[in-house]
Protein backbone atom coordinates (compact mmCIF):
# COMPACT_ATOMS: atom_id res chain seq x y z
CA UNK A 1 0.00 0.00 0.00
CA UNK A 2 2.79 2.14 0.86
CA UNK A 3 4.42 1.02 -2.21
CA UNK A 4 1.21 2.28 -4.01
CA UNK A 5 1.42 5.89 -2.68
CA UNK A 6 4.75 6.64 -3.19
CA UNK A 7 4.47 5.50 -6.86
CA UNK A 8 1.05 8.03 -7.50
CA UNK A 9 2.86 10.82 -4.93
CA UNK A 10 5.84 10.45 -7.86
CA UNK A 11 4.01 10.35 -10.58
CA UNK A 12 2.01 13.07 -9.87
CA UNK A 13 5.08 15.35 -8.97
CA UNK A 14 6.42 14.21 -12.39
CA UNK A 15 3.27 15.41 -14.24
CA UNK A 16 3.21 18.33 -12.37
CA UNK A 17 7.04 19.40 -12.83
CA UNK A 18 6.38 18.42 -16.93
CA UNK A 19 3.62 20.87 -16.71
CA UNK A 20 5.42 23.66 -15.50
CA UNK A 21 8.71 22.64 -17.94
CA UNK A 22 7.99 26.04 -19.82
CA UNK A 23 7.93 28.36 -16.26
CA UNK A 24 10.30 26.75 -14.65
CA UNK A 25 12.67 27.01 -18.21
CA UNK A 26 12.15 30.51 -17.92
CA UNK A 27 13.12 31.13 -14.34
CA UNK A 28 16.76 29.37 -14.85
CA UNK A 29 17.24 31.36 -18.09
CA UNK A 30 16.14 34.50 -16.23
CA UNK A 31 17.73 34.37 -12.23
CA UNK A 32 19.83 31.17 -12.81
CA UNK A 33 20.37 28.88 -10.18
CA UNK A 34 19.53 31.69 -7.40
CA UNK A 35 15.99 32.29 -9.08
CA UNK A 36 15.36 28.13 -8.79
CA UNK A 37 16.00 28.35 -5.37
CA UNK A 38 14.60 31.33 -4.46
CA UNK A 39 10.99 30.31 -5.55
CA UNK A 40 9.62 28.63 -2.45
CA UNK A 41 10.12 31.91 -0.49
CA UNK A 42 8.46 33.59 -3.01
CA UNK A 43 5.42 31.16 -2.84
CA UNK A 44 5.81 31.98 0.78
CA UNK A 45 5.22 35.84 0.72
CA UNK A 46 2.58 34.99 -1.93
CA UNK A 47 -0.06 33.34 0.56
CA UNK A 48 0.68 35.73 3.24
CA UNK A 49 0.44 38.86 1.36
CA UNK A 50 -1.63 38.70 -1.75
CA UNK A 51 -4.56 41.26 -0.77
CA UNK A 52 -4.57 44.76 -1.52
CA UNK A 53 -3.83 45.65 1.67
CA UNK A 54 -0.34 44.11 2.19
CA UNK A 55 0.99 43.21 -1.48
CA UNK A 56 2.21 46.91 -2.16
CA UNK A 57 3.96 47.75 1.10
CA UNK A 58 5.60 43.66 0.55
CA UNK A 59 6.76 44.21 -2.60
CA UNK A 60 8.14 47.37 -1.35
CA UNK A 61 10.71 46.24 1.52
CA UNK A 62 11.50 42.98 -0.57
CA UNK A 63 12.14 44.08 -3.94
CA UNK A 64 15.87 45.00 -3.37
CA UNK A 65 16.46 41.31 -2.31
CA UNK A 66 15.68 39.83 -5.54
CA UNK A 67 17.19 40.10 -9.58
CA UNK A 68 15.04 42.23 -12.50
CA UNK A 69 13.67 41.08 -14.23
CA UNK A 70 12.37 38.17 -11.78
CA UNK A 71 10.52 34.99 -12.61
CA UNK A 72 8.43 33.57 -10.35
CA UNK A 73 6.33 30.01 -11.60
CA UNK A 74 2.86 30.28 -10.59
CA UNK A 75 0.82 27.21 -11.62
CA UNK A 76 1.92 25.99 -14.92
CA UNK A 77 2.81 29.66 -15.81
CA UNK A 78 5.33 32.26 -15.29
CA UNK A 79 5.00 35.97 -13.65
CA UNK A 80 7.74 38.77 -14.57
CA UNK A 81 8.23 41.00 -12.16
CA UNK A 82 9.68 44.15 -13.49
CA UNK A 83 11.05 47.51 -12.08
CA UNK A 84 13.62 48.52 -13.84
CA UNK A 85 13.37 51.28 -17.39
CA UNK A 86 15.09 49.38 -19.90
CA UNK A 87 13.10 46.21 -19.43
CA UNK A 88 9.80 48.15 -19.15
CA UNK A 89 10.60 50.02 -22.17
CA UNK A 90 10.96 46.21 -24.21
CA UNK A 91 7.97 45.15 -22.83
CA UNK A 92 5.85 48.39 -23.61
CA UNK A 93 6.71 48.03 -26.93
CA UNK A 94 6.52 44.76 -28.06
CA UNK A 95 3.40 43.50 -30.03
CA UNK A 96 3.31 40.40 -27.99
CA UNK A 97 2.23 42.25 -24.61
CA UNK A 98 -0.44 44.64 -25.48
CA UNK A 99 -3.09 42.41 -24.13
CA UNK A 100 -4.03 42.70 -20.12
CA UNK A 101 -2.85 39.68 -17.86
CA UNK A 102 -5.02 37.51 -15.81
CA UNK A 103 -4.12 39.36 -12.66
CA UNK A 104 -6.85 42.21 -14.06
CA UNK A 105 -9.62 39.29 -15.07
CA UNK A 106 -11.05 40.23 -11.55
CA UNK A 107 -11.97 43.66 -12.81
CA UNK A 108 -15.47 44.19 -12.60
CA UNK A 109 -15.82 45.59 -16.18
CA UNK A 110 -14.83 42.96 -18.48
CA UNK A 111 -16.22 44.61 -21.20
CA UNK A 112 -14.49 47.69 -24.01
CA UNK A 113 -11.21 49.31 -24.62
CA UNK A 114 -9.89 48.29 -21.44
CA UNK A 115 -10.05 44.42 -21.92
CA UNK A 116 -9.82 43.93 -25.25
CA UNK A 117 -7.05 42.02 -26.55
CA UNK A 118 -5.07 41.97 -30.05
CA UNK A 119 -6.55 42.60 -33.25
CA UNK A 120 -10.19 43.56 -31.68
CA UNK A 121 -7.98 46.11 -29.03
CA UNK A 122 -6.30 47.56 -32.26
CA UNK A 123 -9.36 48.27 -33.91
CA UNK A 124 -10.97 49.52 -31.35
CA UNK A 125 -8.43 52.16 -30.39
CA UNK A 126 -8.32 53.36 -34.01
CA UNK A 127 -12.04 53.85 -33.53
CA UNK A 128 -11.92 55.82 -30.55
CA UNK A 129 -8.82 57.56 -31.40
CA UNK A 130 -10.58 60.59 -32.99
CA UNK A 131 -12.77 61.31 -29.79
CA UNK A 132 -9.57 62.14 -27.74
CA UNK A 133 -7.35 64.68 -30.45
CA UNK A 134 -6.44 68.08 -29.46
CA UNK A 135 -9.51 69.80 -30.88
CA UNK A 136 -11.92 67.74 -29.45
CA UNK A 137 -10.17 68.40 -25.59
CA UNK A 138 -10.22 71.84 -26.31
CA UNK A 139 -14.04 72.24 -27.38
CA UNK A 140 -14.13 70.42 -22.98
CA UNK A 141 -12.93 73.60 -21.54
CA UNK A 142 -15.78 74.97 -20.82
CA UNK A 143 -17.05 72.68 -18.97
CA UNK A 144 -13.66 71.68 -17.00
CA UNK A 145 -14.36 75.52 -15.65
CA UNK A 146 -17.29 75.00 -15.06
CA UNK A 147 -17.35 71.86 -12.95
CA UNK A 148 -14.08 73.32 -11.59
CA UNK A 149 -16.29 76.43 -10.50
CA UNK A 150 -19.11 74.25 -8.93
CA UNK A 151 -16.68 72.12 -6.63
CA UNK A 152 -14.93 75.79 -5.22
CA UNK A 153 -18.12 76.96 -4.29
CA UNK A 154 -18.85 73.41 -2.47
CA UNK A 155 -15.56 74.04 -0.64
CA UNK A 156 -16.23 77.40 0.35
CA UNK A 157 -19.63 76.82 1.82
CA UNK A 158 -18.66 73.06 3.26
CA UNK A 159 -15.03 71.90 3.41
CA UNK A 160 -13.64 75.01 5.09
CA UNK A 161 -11.81 74.24 8.39
CA UNK A 162 -9.22 72.77 10.63
CA UNK A 163 -10.78 68.76 10.67
CA UNK A 164 -11.59 67.59 7.25
CA UNK A 165 -11.61 64.20 6.64
CA UNK A 166 -9.13 63.40 3.84
CA UNK A 167 -11.97 61.05 2.49
CA UNK A 168 -14.50 63.49 2.79
CA UNK A 169 -12.08 65.17 0.17
CA UNK A 170 -11.77 61.23 -1.50
CA UNK A 171 -15.64 61.48 -1.89
CA UNK A 172 -15.68 65.51 -3.47
CA UNK A 173 -13.00 65.18 -5.99
CA UNK A 174 -14.70 61.64 -7.15
CA UNK A 175 -17.85 63.31 -7.44
CA UNK A 176 -17.13 66.15 -9.60
CA UNK A 177 -15.05 63.96 -11.73
CA UNK A 178 -17.62 61.91 -11.98
CA UNK A 179 -19.89 64.77 -13.14
CA UNK A 180 -17.15 66.10 -15.85
CA UNK A 181 -16.82 62.40 -17.38
CA UNK A 182 -20.69 62.57 -17.87
CA UNK A 183 -21.06 66.02 -19.48
CA UNK A 184 -17.94 64.56 -21.84
CA UNK A 185 -18.21 61.61 -23.00
CA UNK A 186 -22.67 61.52 -22.29
CA UNK A 187 -23.47 64.89 -22.71
CA UNK A 188 -25.56 64.52 -19.54
CA UNK A 189 -25.61 66.93 -16.45
CA UNK A 190 -25.85 64.61 -13.13
CA UNK A 191 -24.94 67.36 -10.67
CA UNK A 192 -22.67 64.67 -9.15
CA UNK A 193 -20.68 68.25 -7.57
CA UNK A 194 -23.72 69.20 -5.81
CA UNK A 195 -25.19 66.16 -4.64
CA UNK A 196 -24.62 62.31 -5.23
CA UNK A 197 -28.65 61.28 -4.50
CA UNK A 198 -28.01 58.09 -6.71
CA UNK A 199 -25.04 57.27 -5.18
CA UNK A 200 -23.28 56.19 -8.06
CA UNK A 201 -19.89 57.56 -7.17
CA UNK A 202 -19.96 55.32 -3.98
CA UNK A 203 -21.39 52.10 -6.53
CA UNK A 204 -17.99 52.89 -8.68
CA UNK A 205 -15.68 53.44 -5.08
CA UNK A 206 -16.99 50.26 -4.21
CA UNK A 207 -16.68 48.36 -7.19
CA UNK A 208 -12.59 49.48 -7.61
CA UNK A 209 -12.45 48.00 -4.22
CA UNK A 210 -13.94 44.61 -4.83
CA UNK A 211 -12.18 44.49 -8.32
CA UNK A 212 -9.26 45.57 -6.59
CA UNK A 213 -9.75 41.82 -4.33
CA UNK A 214 -10.18 40.07 -7.10
CA UNK A 215 -7.30 40.82 -9.32
CA UNK A 216 -4.71 39.95 -6.48
CA UNK A 217 -6.51 36.61 -5.47
CA UNK A 218 -7.06 35.62 -9.12
CA UNK A 219 -9.29 32.12 -7.59
CA UNK A 220 -11.81 34.93 -6.70
CA UNK A 221 -11.57 35.43 -11.25
CA UNK A 222 -13.57 32.22 -11.51
CA UNK A 223 -17.42 33.30 -11.20
CA UNK A 224 -17.83 30.10 -9.62
CA UNK A 225 -14.97 30.10 -6.93
CA UNK A 226 -16.05 34.02 -6.20
CA UNK A 227 -19.59 33.03 -5.23
CA UNK A 228 -18.77 30.18 -2.98
CA UNK A 229 -15.61 31.87 -1.67
CA UNK A 230 -16.79 35.39 -0.95
CA UNK A 231 -20.89 35.09 -1.16
CA UNK A 232 -21.18 38.31 -0.03
CA UNK A 233 -18.80 40.40 -2.14
CA UNK A 234 -20.03 38.29 -5.29
CA UNK A 235 -23.49 39.45 -4.60
CA UNK A 236 -22.80 42.90 -3.72
CA UNK A 237 -20.69 43.18 -6.85
CA UNK A 238 -23.90 41.70 -9.00
CA UNK A 239 -26.11 44.43 -7.59
CA UNK A 240 -23.82 47.30 -8.20
CA UNK A 241 -22.63 46.54 -11.62
CA UNK A 242 -26.59 46.19 -12.22
CA UNK A 243 -26.59 49.48 -10.88
CA UNK A 244 -23.82 51.02 -12.83
CA UNK A 245 -25.36 49.50 -16.45
CA UNK A 246 -28.56 50.85 -15.67
CA UNK A 247 -27.66 54.57 -15.17
CA UNK A 248 -25.04 54.49 -17.92
CA UNK A 249 -28.02 52.72 -20.30
CA UNK A 250 -30.47 55.05 -19.65
CA UNK A 251 -28.26 58.12 -20.82
CA UNK A 252 -26.74 56.38 -23.93
CA UNK A 253 -30.57 55.65 -25.36
CA UNK A 254 -31.48 58.99 -24.30
CA UNK A 255 -28.72 60.96 -26.20
CA UNK A 256 -28.89 57.65 -29.32
CA UNK A 257 -32.83 59.06 -29.63
CA UNK A 258 -31.63 63.07 -29.29
CA UNK A 259 -28.46 61.91 -31.96
CA UNK A 260 -31.14 60.24 -34.36
CA UNK A 261 -33.59 62.92 -34.48
CA UNK A 262 -30.44 65.10 -35.39
CA UNK A 263 -29.33 63.11 -38.02
CA UNK A 264 -31.35 61.37 -40.08
CA UNK A 265 -28.86 59.33 -42.37
CA UNK A 266 -28.90 57.64 -45.41
CA UNK A 267 -26.34 54.78 -45.66
CA UNK A 268 -24.60 57.38 -47.79
CA UNK A 269 -24.73 59.92 -45.57
CA UNK A 270 -24.06 57.87 -42.85
CA UNK A 271 -20.41 56.56 -44.77
CA UNK A 272 -19.80 60.03 -45.07
CA UNK A 273 -19.74 61.15 -41.54
CA UNK A 274 -17.54 58.00 -40.95
CA UNK A 275 -14.93 59.57 -43.24
CA UNK A 276 -15.11 63.06 -41.65
CA UNK A 277 -14.97 61.47 -38.38
CA UNK A 278 -12.11 60.24 -39.17
CA UNK A 279 -10.35 62.98 -40.15
CA UNK A 280 -11.82 65.22 -37.16
CA UNK A 281 -14.13 67.21 -39.32
CA UNK A 282 -17.68 66.37 -37.78
CA UNK A 283 -19.79 69.06 -38.09
CA UNK A 284 -21.14 70.08 -34.82
CA UNK A 285 -25.36 70.63 -34.46
CA UNK A 286 -26.61 74.03 -34.39
CA UNK A 287 -27.73 73.77 -31.10
CA UNK A 288 -24.60 72.78 -29.43
CA UNK A 289 -23.69 76.36 -28.46
CA UNK A 290 -20.95 75.87 -26.98
CA UNK A 291 -19.00 73.58 -29.37
CA UNK A 292 -18.29 70.63 -27.45
CA UNK A 293 -17.57 67.43 -29.11
CA UNK A 294 -19.41 64.38 -27.34
CA UNK A 295 -17.83 61.68 -27.22
CA UNK A 296 -21.02 59.67 -27.45
CA UNK A 297 -22.13 61.53 -30.66
CA UNK A 298 -18.88 61.32 -31.89
CA UNK A 299 -19.36 57.23 -31.92
CA UNK A 300 -22.93 57.14 -32.90
CA UNK A 301 -22.57 56.85 -36.24
CA UNK A 302 -20.55 53.93 -35.70
CA UNK A 303 -23.70 52.07 -34.76
CA UNK A 304 -25.28 53.46 -37.98
CA UNK A 305 -23.04 52.20 -40.24
CA UNK A 306 -23.00 49.16 -38.34
CA UNK A 307 -19.23 49.18 -37.16
CA UNK A 308 -20.69 49.28 -33.51
CA UNK A 309 -23.54 48.00 -31.45
CA UNK A 310 -25.27 49.83 -29.17
CA UNK A 311 -23.97 47.17 -26.66
CA UNK A 312 -20.26 48.17 -27.59
CA UNK A 313 -21.18 51.97 -27.38
CA UNK A 314 -22.36 51.36 -23.74
CA UNK A 315 -19.54 49.02 -23.05
CA UNK A 316 -17.43 51.73 -23.64
CA UNK A 317 -19.06 54.50 -21.89
CA UNK A 318 -18.75 52.42 -18.81
CA UNK A 319 -15.12 51.84 -19.35
CA UNK A 320 -14.65 55.84 -19.77
CA UNK A 321 -16.27 57.06 -16.99
CA UNK A 322 -15.11 54.13 -14.53
CA UNK A 323 -11.45 55.13 -15.90
CA UNK A 324 -11.28 58.52 -15.57
CA UNK A 325 -13.53 58.52 -12.77
CA UNK A 326 -10.77 56.47 -10.82
CA UNK A 327 -7.40 57.70 -11.88
CA UNK A 328 -8.36 61.67 -12.51
CA UNK A 329 -9.78 62.19 -8.88
CA UNK A 330 -6.47 60.10 -7.02
CA UNK A 331 -3.77 62.36 -9.04
CA UNK A 332 -5.67 65.50 -7.96
CA UNK A 333 -6.37 64.25 -4.49
CA UNK A 334 -2.68 62.97 -4.06
CA UNK A 335 -1.45 66.24 -5.14
CA UNK A 336 -3.53 68.63 -3.25
CA UNK A 337 -2.42 65.87 0.11
CA UNK A 338 1.67 66.80 -1.48
CA UNK A 339 1.20 70.43 -1.26
CA UNK A 340 -0.48 70.48 1.74
CA UNK A 341 2.71 68.63 3.36
CA UNK A 342 4.83 71.48 1.55
CA UNK A 343 3.64 74.79 2.20
CA UNK A 344 6.77 76.55 0.16
CA UNK A 345 5.73 74.36 -2.64
CA UNK A 346 2.14 75.07 -2.17
CA UNK A 347 3.53 78.85 -1.66
CA UNK A 348 5.50 79.06 -4.81
CA UNK A 349 2.81 77.76 -6.66
CA UNK A 350 0.08 79.96 -5.77
CA UNK A 351 2.73 82.94 -7.10
CA UNK A 352 3.00 81.86 -10.05
CA UNK A 353 -0.30 80.98 -10.24
CA UNK A 354 -0.75 85.00 -9.40
CA UNK A 355 1.45 86.11 -11.51
CA UNK A 356 -0.32 84.00 -14.65
CA UNK A 357 -3.79 84.95 -13.82
CA UNK A 358 -3.62 88.56 -12.37
CA UNK A 359 -7.20 88.96 -12.39
CA UNK A 360 -10.14 86.88 -10.53
CA UNK A 361 -12.11 86.59 -13.49
CA UNK A 362 -9.08 84.82 -15.42
CA UNK A 363 -9.29 82.25 -12.70
CA UNK A 364 -13.25 81.94 -13.35
CA UNK A 365 -12.40 81.14 -17.40
CA UNK A 366 -9.36 79.53 -17.30
CA UNK A 367 -7.94 79.39 -21.24
CA UNK A 368 -6.15 76.85 -21.71
CA UNK A 369 -2.85 78.58 -24.13
CA UNK A 370 -2.24 80.15 -20.07
CA UNK A 371 -1.71 76.93 -18.74
CA UNK A 372 1.00 76.20 -21.26
CA UNK A 373 3.15 78.53 -19.63
CA UNK A 374 2.84 77.40 -16.06
CA UNK A 375 6.24 75.19 -15.51
CA UNK A 376 5.89 74.94 -11.99
CA UNK A 377 2.53 73.93 -12.13
CA UNK A 378 3.40 70.76 -14.88
CA UNK A 379 6.60 70.06 -12.65
CA UNK A 380 4.02 69.77 -9.21
CA UNK A 381 1.94 67.33 -10.93
CA UNK A 382 4.44 65.21 -13.12
CA UNK A 383 5.91 64.93 -9.63
CA UNK A 384 2.94 64.10 -7.81
CA UNK A 385 2.55 61.45 -10.63
CA UNK A 386 5.91 60.09 -10.00
CA UNK A 387 6.07 59.68 -6.03
CA UNK A 388 2.51 58.70 -5.68
CA UNK A 389 1.84 57.30 -9.02
CA UNK A 390 -1.97 56.77 -9.59
CA UNK A 391 -2.13 53.07 -10.46
CA UNK A 392 1.03 51.52 -8.89
CA UNK A 393 1.18 48.32 -11.08
CA UNK A 394 0.91 47.56 -15.02
CA UNK A 395 -0.74 44.46 -15.51
CA UNK A 396 0.23 42.45 -19.32
CA UNK A 397 -0.06 39.28 -20.93
CA UNK A 398 2.23 37.63 -23.78
CA UNK A 399 0.33 36.47 -26.81
CA UNK A 400 2.46 34.83 -28.19
CA UNK A 401 6.62 33.54 -28.40
CA UNK A 402 8.94 36.26 -28.08
CA UNK A 403 12.65 37.08 -27.15
CA UNK A 404 13.42 39.98 -24.35
CA UNK A 405 17.04 41.35 -24.65
CA UNK A 406 18.85 41.35 -21.20
CA UNK A 407 22.52 42.07 -19.88
CA UNK A 408 24.23 40.24 -17.71
CA UNK A 409 26.42 41.58 -14.63
CA UNK A 410 29.39 41.83 -16.75
CA UNK A 411 27.64 43.83 -19.57
CA UNK A 412 26.98 41.01 -21.85
CA UNK A 413 24.04 40.79 -23.94
CA UNK A 414 21.84 37.67 -23.90
CA UNK A 415 18.35 36.67 -24.89
CA UNK A 416 16.06 35.11 -23.59
CA UNK A 417 12.41 33.42 -24.78
CA UNK A 418 9.48 34.62 -22.99
CA UNK A 419 6.28 31.93 -23.87
CA UNK A 420 3.14 32.67 -24.79
CA UNK A 421 0.79 32.94 -21.69
CA UNK A 422 3.39 34.55 -19.49
CA UNK A 423 2.15 37.25 -17.23
CA UNK A 424 4.05 40.29 -16.70
CA UNK A 425 4.05 42.35 -13.36
CA UNK A 426 5.21 46.00 -14.21
CA UNK A 427 6.26 47.54 -11.06
CA UNK A 428 5.56 51.52 -11.86
CA UNK A 429 5.27 52.65 -7.99
CA UNK A 430 8.53 51.50 -7.30
CA UNK A 431 10.92 51.78 -10.20
CA UNK A 432 9.48 55.91 -10.11
CA UNK A 433 10.66 56.35 -6.28
CA UNK A 434 13.82 53.93 -6.67
CA UNK A 435 17.28 56.49 -5.40
CA UNK A 436 19.30 54.56 -7.98
CA UNK A 437 17.25 55.89 -10.66
CA UNK A 438 15.78 59.23 -9.08
CA UNK A 439 18.88 59.67 -6.53
CA UNK A 440 18.72 61.06 -3.22
CA UNK A 441 15.53 63.23 -3.09
CA UNK A 442 13.68 59.90 -4.83
CA UNK A 443 11.31 59.37 -2.24
CA UNK A 444 10.46 63.13 -1.23
CA UNK A 445 8.18 65.24 -2.94
CA UNK A 446 10.50 67.42 -4.87
CA UNK A 447 9.01 69.08 -8.28
CA UNK A 448 12.34 70.56 -9.57
CA UNK A 449 12.99 66.63 -10.21
CA UNK A 450 11.06 67.63 -13.78
CA UNK A 451 12.67 71.26 -13.81
CA UNK A 452 13.69 69.73 -17.47
CA UNK A 453 10.26 68.88 -18.77
CA UNK A 454 8.26 65.84 -18.72
CA UNK A 455 11.21 63.12 -18.41
CA UNK A 456 12.68 65.10 -16.12
CA UNK A 457 16.48 64.21 -16.34
CA UNK A 458 18.14 64.44 -19.80
CA UNK A 459 19.98 61.66 -18.53
CA UNK A 460 17.56 59.28 -16.57
CA UNK A 461 15.93 56.80 -18.92
CA UNK A 462 12.84 58.06 -20.93
CA UNK A 463 10.48 54.53 -19.32
CA UNK A 464 11.61 55.71 -15.79
CA UNK A 465 8.25 57.66 -15.86
CA UNK A 466 5.13 55.91 -16.86
CA UNK A 467 2.42 57.20 -14.98
CA UNK A 468 0.02 56.69 -18.43
CA UNK A 469 2.22 53.68 -19.89
CA UNK A 470 4.12 54.72 -23.31
CA UNK A 471 4.24 52.54 -25.91
CA UNK A 472 1.90 50.60 -28.23
CA UNK A 473 -0.56 50.79 -25.22
CA UNK A 474 -0.36 54.22 -23.76
CA UNK A 475 -3.31 55.91 -22.14
CA UNK A 476 -5.53 56.96 -24.63
CA UNK A 477 -6.90 59.74 -21.85
CA UNK A 478 -3.41 60.72 -20.73
CA UNK A 479 -3.93 64.59 -22.22
CA UNK A 480 -7.73 64.98 -20.68
CA UNK A 481 -6.23 64.24 -17.31
CA UNK A 482 -3.19 66.71 -17.45
CA UNK A 483 -5.84 69.25 -18.52
CA UNK A 484 -8.86 68.96 -15.96
CA UNK A 485 -6.16 68.22 -13.15
CA UNK A 486 -4.83 71.24 -14.16
CA UNK A 487 -7.72 73.65 -13.70
CA UNK A 488 -8.53 72.07 -10.65
CA UNK A 489 -5.47 72.88 -8.90
CA UNK A 490 -5.00 76.16 -10.07
CA UNK A 491 -8.52 76.78 -9.15
CA UNK A 492 -8.14 75.19 -5.34
CA UNK A 493 -4.73 76.82 -4.92
CA UNK A 494 -5.86 79.75 -6.27
CA UNK A 495 -8.70 80.28 -3.46
CA UNK A 496 -7.71 78.22 -0.88
CA UNK A 497 -4.71 76.94 1.58
CA UNK A 498 -4.37 73.93 2.49
CA UNK A 499 -2.21 71.72 5.26
CA UNK A 500 -1.95 68.86 7.24
CA UNK A 501 0.08 67.40 10.09
CA UNK A 502 0.65 64.16 8.38
CA UNK A 503 4.09 63.45 6.73
CA UNK A 504 4.81 61.17 3.43
CA UNK A 505 6.29 58.78 5.82
CA UNK A 506 2.98 58.17 7.82
CA UNK A 507 1.24 57.08 4.73
CA UNK A 508 0.47 53.26 4.25
CA UNK A 509 0.16 52.51 0.76
CA UNK A 510 -2.57 49.82 -0.54
CA UNK A 511 -2.90 48.88 -4.21
CA UNK A 512 -6.31 48.81 -5.19
CA UNK A 513 -7.41 49.09 -8.88
CA UNK A 514 -5.11 53.29 -8.21
CA UNK A 515 -3.12 54.01 -5.72
CA UNK A 516 -4.81 54.43 -1.98
CA UNK A 517 -3.96 54.97 1.98
CA UNK A 518 -4.97 51.94 4.38
CA UNK A 519 -5.01 54.73 7.32
CA UNK A 520 -6.83 57.69 4.93
CA UNK A 521 -9.49 57.65 7.98
CA UNK A 522 -6.46 59.19 10.28
CA UNK A 523 -5.74 61.87 7.75
CA UNK A 524 -7.12 65.53 8.19
CA UNK A 525 -6.51 68.54 6.40
CA UNK A 526 -6.75 72.25 7.42
CA UNK A 527 -8.80 74.35 4.75
CA UNK A 528 -8.82 78.15 4.60
CA UNK A 529 -10.04 80.59 2.42
CA UNK A 530 -6.94 82.23 0.45
CA UNK A 531 -7.40 86.28 1.45
CA UNK A 532 -5.33 87.37 -1.32
CA UNK A 533 -7.83 86.25 -3.77
Known amino acids: MLQLVAIISLLTLCLIVWCQRNAWLLVWHLNGWRGLLQQPYLWFLLVFYLEPKKLLQAISRIRHFFQSPLGIVFGNKTVIYVDDPETMEQLFNAPECINKSFFQDGFCLKRGILHAKGSAWKSRRRQ ?127 KHAEWRKKYQNTPAEAQENTEAYNNNDIKMPEDNKNGRRIFIEQIFHMVDTGELRMEDVIDEALSMLMVSFETISTSVLVTVLLLGMHKDIQRKLREEIMVTFPLKSQIINIEPTKLLQMKYLDAIILEALRLLTTVPFNMRSVSKDFYLQLKTSCNIKRRVKVPKDTAIVLDVFNMQRDPKIWGEHAQEFHPEHFAAGTTGSFERHPYAFVPFAKGLRYCIGSRYSMYLAKIFLVKLIYNFEFSTPTKLSDLIFVNGISLKFDNSENIVLEIKKNNNA
Not at 131 to 155: E, P, W, Y
Not at 167 to 177: K, N, Q
Not at 200 to 226: C, N
Open 128 to 254: LDPAFRSKVLLSFIDTFNCVGNQLMHKFETELLGDDIKFDTLDEMFCRAVLEVSCQTTMGTETNFTAADTQGIAKTYSELMHISALRGTKPWLQVDLLFRLLDAKNYKRSQELMKHLEEFVMIMVQK
